[in-house]
C-alpha cells in the first residue's frame, strides 16, 4: 500500500517535471506579451487568440480592427515535413540493405564499417557546420530540400543501419535458406519472407528516424535561407532587435511541436511491438 | 528422381573443416540414411546439397549434371530443417503451399489441386486442423510435423531430412516412419535422411552412411555395419549399450591356434583374422565385442567358457537391459531381456563368445583389420 502510493507520487513528480515547461508554453500562448514578461509570472490571467491568430491566420489586432500580417509558419511547417519524410525514405531506402549485409554477411573489415558509420554521429555538429556551408554554396545545395534531405543522413543513417542490423539478425537464417530452397530468387526471399518479418521494425525505426530529423535545428539553421527553413530554427524569427514575441513564438513551438507529440504516442504501442520481436522464432 | 553423386567434397567455415573429403553415392530411388553424433557434419551435408551453403572444394553430381554453382532455387530439391525454419508470419496452410506458390512453379497446379494435396499430406502427419493457425501458436512436435509436410507436397528430385522426425513423442515416430518410408517408396524420390539414433538409422534406412567428425566412416547396409564395423568409432555408434572395446589385448599362440587372453577372459581368433594380424606383425590389438553377441551361461549349458567375470551393476533399459560385469580390469556391458533380477551384485557370472563376433581393431589407426 505504501509502495503505491510512493511509486504514484514518484510518478506525478516526474510527470510534472517533463509536463510542466509544455504546459507553460501553452499558457505563454494565450496571453498578452505585458502578461508573458510580468513577474512573479501569472497563473490566472486573461485569455487571448491574438497569437494564434497571428500566426495561423496572418491576423494581426491593432486595438480596432484586424489587419492582415505576413506569416510563415505553416510554410515552414510544410517545409519540415518534405525535409524529414525525404530523410527518412532515402534513409531507410539505403539503410536496410547496409543492415542486412551487416547481419547477414562477412565481409572485409565488416565491424570497422559499422563504426565508422556509427562515429558519424559522435563528432559535434558545430565543428563541421560551416565548412558545409561554403561546401553548400558551392554545390549550390543551399537552401535546398535535397541539401537538407542529404546533410540529414548524418544524424539518421546510423541510426537506421544499427537498429535495423540487430532485427535482421533476429531472423534465423535457416527462415531465409528454407525459402530459398522452396524455389525462391534472393529477391523472392527478401520480399516474401525477410521484408514482411521487420515490417514492424521498419515502421518504428522510420518513425524515431522521423522524429530525429523533424527535432534537428543546427544544420536546419545554418545550411538554409528562407525558401526551404525547417520549422524548428525559423522559431529563432521572433526575436529581433526591438522586441521578442514570446506569444507568438510560443504558439508556433505548440504548432511545430504536434508532429512529435503525434508520433511519439502513435510508436509507442507500434515500437513495443517491433521491440518484442521473440515471435519471429519460427 | 535422380541420382546424387559426391566426390571429396570439403566444407570449410574459415579455418575448421566440417566435412572432409566426403564421397558416397546415392541411387535413383533409393533411401540413404546419414547417423552421426550432433556436430558430425550431417546438416552440413545436406546443406551444400541444398546449395545454402558453398562447397570449399569438391564435386557435386545431381542426375549426371555438376550443381555445385546452381542457385538453391534452382536445385529442385526438398529440405526439412532440425530447426523446423517455418515461416513465422504465415499461416500453416500458407508455410505448407509456399513452395507450389514459388515464381518456378506458379500455375502448375490449381488452388483446389493445392488444397488437396496439402489435405494428403497434412491428414497422413496428423495437423490437418492446424492450417489455419501461425507456427507461433504451435507445440515443437506439430511445427516438425509442419516443416515435414512444407517439404512432402513437393514431388522434388531429392528430398534431404534434417532429423525430421527426433522431436516428436514416441508414439507419432513410431507411426510415422513406416508412413514415410512406404511415401517415398511410392513417389521413389531419392532421400537423405539424418539421424543420431542408431536404431532410427537400422529400422528407416536401406543403407547407412555413418559419419564421424566430418568423415564418412563407413556406408553399408545394416547388416554389414553390425557385422564389419569399419572402425571403433562405428561400433560405439551402433547399439545399447554401444560396443565393448577391450583395448590393447595381447593375442598369444598356444598349441597351434591363436587365443586373446586376458584375467578371467580367453577367446579363440579365428583363421582369417589370425592372418590379418600376423601380416600386420600386430603385438597389441583392440577387440570389439557387440552386448548383444555376449551369452550368460547358466550352469547347466554346454556352452564353452571364454570369460569370466563378476556381476557390478544392472540397469534395465525398457524392452532390454544392460549388465556391467567386471572381468579382470575391464568392464563388459552385457544386453540381456528385460527384468533380468536373477543374479545379484558381487556374484560370479560365466559368459561364452563366438570367434565369429569378435571384431579386431588395429589399436594405431582405430580401422578394422578384415577390411581396412
Known amino acids: 500500500m505504501l509502495r503505491k502510493s510512493l511509486r504514484i507520487m514518484a510518478i506525478v513528480l516526474i510527470m510534472i517535471w517533463t509536463l510542466f515547461p509544455i504546459y507553460w508554453v501553452i499558457l505563454m500562448s494565450f496571453k498578452t506579451p505585458i502578461d508573458v514578461t510580468t513577474y512573479p509570472p501569472k497563473f490566472i490571467f486573461k485569455l487571448t487568440l491574438d497569437n494564434w491568430a497571428n500566426v495561423l491566420l496572418g491576423k494581426e489586432w491593432t486595438g480596432t480592427h484586424y ?52 562515429s558519424f554521429r559522435f563528432a559535434p555538429a558545430l565543428v563541421v557546420v560551416f565548412g558545409l556551408y561554403s561546401v553548400y554554396q558551392r554545390l549550390r545545395l543551399y537552401d535546398t530540400y535535397i541539401g537538407m534531405i542529404i546533410i540529414h543522413q548524418i544524424l539518421l543513417l546510423p541510426f537506421v543501419v544499427w537498429m535495423m542490423r540487430s532485427y535482421f539478425a533476429m531472423i ?27 515490417k514492424p521494425a521498419v515502421a518504428a525505426t522510420s518513425v524515431v528516424a522521423f522524429i530525429y530529423s523533424w527535432n534537428e535545428f ?7 535561407g528562407d525558401k526551404v527553413r525547417p520549422v524548428t530554427p525559423s522559431l529563432l524569427g521572433f526575436i529581433s532587435y526591438e522586441r521578442v514575441l514570446w506569444g507568438q513564438m510560443a504558439t508556433a513551438a505548440i504548432v511545430a511541436m504536434i508532429p512529435s507529440v503525434l508520433l511519439s504516442l502513435f510508436i509507442q504501442r507500434y515500437v513495443v511491438a517491433g521491440l518484442s520481436f521473440g515471435a519471429v522464432r519460427g | 528422381m535422380a541420382k546424387l553423386e559426391l566426390r571429396e567434397v570439403v566444407k570449410k567455415y574459415g579455418e575448421v573443416i566440417a566435412l572432409d573429403r566426403v564421397s558416397f553415392q546415392v541411387q535413383d530411388g533409393e533411401f540413404l540414411t546419414i547417423l552421426g553424433r550432433p556436430g ?13 551453403e558453398p562447397i570449399t572444394q569438391g564435386k557435386l553430381l545431381l542426375g ?48 483446389s489441386e493445392l488444397k488437396s494435396r496439402v489435405g494428403e499430406i497434412t491428414e497422413m502427419l496428423q495437423i490437418s486442423d492446424l492450417l489455419d493457425r501461425k507456427p507461433v501458436e504451435l507445440s515443437g512436435g506439430q511445427r516438425q510435423r509442419v516443416s515435414l509436410a512444407r517439404a512432402l507436397v513437393r514431388r522434388p528430385q531429392l528430398f534431404l531430412m534434417d532429423e525430421p522426425i527426433a522431436h516428436l513423442d514416441a508414439k507419432l515416430r513410431h507411426g510415422l516412419r ?13 532421400t537423405l535422411f539424418t539421424t543420431t539414433d542408431y536404431m532410427e538409422a537400422l529400422g528407416i534406412g536401406e543403407r547407412i552412411l555413418v559419419l564421424n567428425e ?98 557390478y551393476v544392472y540397469e534395465p533399459l525398457g524392452t532390454k537391459g544392460s549388465l556391467s560385469v567386471r572381468v579382470g580390469e575391464h ?10 533380477t536373477k543374479r545379484t551384485p558381487e556374484e560370479q557370472i560365466k559368459m561364452y563368445i563366438n570367434e565369429r563376433d569378435i571384431h579386431i581393431f588395429d589399436p594405431t589407426t582405430r580401422k578394422n583389420i578384415s577390411t581396412g
Open chain 1, 218 to 224: 543546427l544544420y536546419g539553421y545554418v545550411l538554409t
Open chain 2, 178 to 190: 513406416p508412413e514415410l518410408r512406404n511415401l517415398q517408396r511410392r513417389l521413389g524420390v531419392t
Open chain 2, 331 to 340: 568392464t563388459l556391458k552385457v544386453q540381456t531381456e528385460a527384468r533380468f
Open chain 2, 214 to 311: 566430418g568423415k564418412v566412416l563407413q556406408i553399408g547396409t545394416q547388416r554389414e555395419l553390425w557385422a564389419t564395423p569399419a572402425s571403433e568409432e562405428v561400433g560405439e555408434l551402433l547399439g545399447m549399450p554401444p560396443m565393448n572395446i577391450i583395448k590393447g589385448a595381447s593375442p598369444r599362440v598356444k598349441a597351434g591356434e591363436m587365443f586373446l587372453a586376458d584375467s578371467g577372459f580367453k577367446v579363440k581368433i579365428g583363421k582369417k583374422q589370425r592372418l590379418r594380424i600376423e601380416e600386420r606383425s600386430l603385438t597389441k590389438v583392440d577387440v570389439g565385442i557387440h552386448p548383444s553377441e555376449i551369452r550368460l551361461l547358466q550352469s547347466d549349458d554346454k556352452y564353452e567358457v571364454t570369460c569370466i567375470g563378476r556381476i
Open chain 2, 64 to 111: 549426371g549434371e555438376d550443381i555445385a554453382s546452381l542457385s538453391p532455387e534452382f536445385r529442385d530439391v526438398a529440405m526439412v530443417f532440425e530447426t523446423y525454419a517455418l515461416y513465422p508470419h504465415l499461416s500453416i496452410y500458407d508455410n505448407i503451399v509456399f513452395p507450389l506458390r514459388s515464381p518456378l512453379r506458379r500455375r502448375t497446379l490449381s488452388e
Open chain 2, 40 to 52: 558430425a557434419g550431417k546438416t552440413t551435408i545436406l546443406k551444400i546439397i541444398a546449395g545454402v
Open chain 1, 67 to 118: 489587419e492582415t500580417v505576413k506569416t510563415d509558419i505553416l510554410r515552414y511547417f510544410k517545409n519540415s515535413l518534405i525535409i524529414a519524410s525525404g530523410s527518412t525514405a532515402l534513409a531507410i531506402f539505403l539503410g536496410l540493405p547496409a543492415a542486412y549485409s551487416l547481419a547477414r554477411y562477412k565481409f572485409f573489415r565488416k565491424e570497422d564499417f559499422a563504426f565508422t558509420l556509427l
Open chain 1, 172 to 198: 534465423p537464417a535457416e527462415v531465409e535458406q528454407a525459402a530459398r530452397v522452396d524455389g525462391y530468387s534472393w529477391w523472392g526471399m527478401f520480399s516474401k519472407i525477410t521484408l514482411p518479418l521487420v
